[in-house]
């Protein structure tokens, strides 16, 4: 396996003790004595773990270690470590923490972008599924807002409100852009005029 892969695979294993040390702080501030350096040591390994996302690419990119599996693993890492964050930051009874609709909203949107792709690529084997401006840019204000609420800032909610609003947004353009590639497959299945 390669450096790549076993930082990645760390990335993983990171994600339990994230959900670990936010519950435990959620804890201790519902029983009103809350116990900072819990909160402190969730900011922590969310930083190790977003930081080893870079590493880890570098890494594969600089020494020519690109793997299938690494292919599989970086996004899952990825979207489980943001995802995690998210509801645990909902259900966890921080002081200042997350809407119930922001974390339905969002894996509502990845559930359907990643059923989508998947009969998309049952469709067309080559079928190649690239990320959006407005995807990458929704993923970066939800990782805004994770931070803005693990560091515990006040007047959260408008950025949690932008980052769901794009995140709706980006969902539907996945959604648009995929029954356009769904009609084009179908309209060159049946011969039918002005397919791609």
Known sequence: MTLPNRITLIRILLIPVFVLFAVYYGKSVSDGAPEEWLRWAVVLVFLIASASDGLDGWLARKFGQRTRLGAIL??????????????????????I????????????????????????????????????WTGKLATALQMAAVAWVMLQI??????????????????????????????????ARHGKPGAT
Do not use: M, N, Q
């Open 74 to 95: 970086d996004p899952l890492a990825d979207k489980g470590l943001l995802i995690t964050a998210i509801i645990t930051l909902s259900v966890s009874k921080w002081t």
């Open 97 to 132: 923490g997350f809407p119930l609709w922001f974390p339905v909203l969002v894996i509502a949107r990845d559930a359907v972008i990643v059923s989508g792709c998947l009969v998309l690529k049952y469709l067309d084997d080559h079928l190649d599924v690239r990320p959006t």
């Open 154 to 187: 006040p007047w959260h909610l408008p950025v949690v409100v932008a980052a769901g609003a794009l995140t709706l947004v980006s969902g539907g353009e996945y959604v648009a852009r995929g029954v356009s590639l769904f009609r084009a497959h179908d309209s």
